[in-house]
């Protein structure tokens, strides 16, 4: 199934006028802050990897497992594109959709891209009892999480617009300080802070 949602709200906190795509490694949040996002703005959340799951009827680290990561990617890539080619969503992608200079420049050109940016212990925090993540499947996932944050950061610092994740903050409080950010942006008419 597709992961798409509309969840509306009486008075949303604005509309969307440009699609919007969060950034991160993962744990940092853009998948929960997608969906309160769409909620607050009566907006569809389109997930790049639920619908990669959706087209090949596998997990991700199913695909990963049998096809590899260079596989995945480009599924990753198609999919992106042809999320944004539709009306204004919030798009949450994979941690390493960023990682790919095509997918930055398409990004860049077709939404306002913004970083969720989290420390190395919020990330840890969040994602160590999961099993879901297929570049955690080492020895030393911490150390794996690790490095992946150093080989990434700099990266996603190249996203236009970012928002450091506070550890005591909710779900809800970060979707506020993202809100804003997009208003900023130009990406919400009619936002009220």
């Not at 969840?7 to 440009?18: F, K, Y």
């Not at 703005?41 to 497992?65: G, P, T, V």
């Not at 306002?112 to 879901?132: E, F, G, I, S, Y």
Request: hydrophobic share 45%; glycine share 6%; net charge negative.
């Amino acid at each position: 199934m597709t992961e798409t949602t509309t969840n509306m709200r009486e008075t949303p906190a604005g509309r969307l006028v440009r699609s919007v795509v969060l950034v991160g490694m993962m744990g940092a949040g853009k998948t929960a802050v997608g969906r309160v996002l769409a909620a607050q703005l009566n907006a569809e959340i389109r997930d790049s990897d639920a619908e990669i799951e959706a087209s090949a009827q596998l997990s991700i680290a199913e695909i990963f497992a049998r096809f590899g990561e260079p596989f995945f990617r480009e599924k990753e890539s198609a999919v992106i594109a042809r999320l944004l080619a539709g009306p204004p969503c919030i798009l949450s992608t994979g941690g390493g959709a960023w990682m790919s200079q095509a997918n930055r420049d398409l990004l860049v050109d077709q939404a306002v891209v913004l970083w969720l940016k989290a420390d190395l212990d919020l990330l840890w925090q969040r994602v160590r009892h999961k099993n879901t993540r297929p570049l955690l499947r080492t020895a030393d996932p911490r150390a794996s999480l690790a490095a992946l944050y150093e080989q990434r950061a700099p990266i996603y610092a190249l996203a236009p617009h970012h928002v450091l994740v506070a550890p005591e903050w909710s779900v809800e409080e970060t979707t506020a300080h993202v809100l804003a950010a997009l208003a900023d942006a130009g990406a919400i008419e009619g936002y009220q802070r």
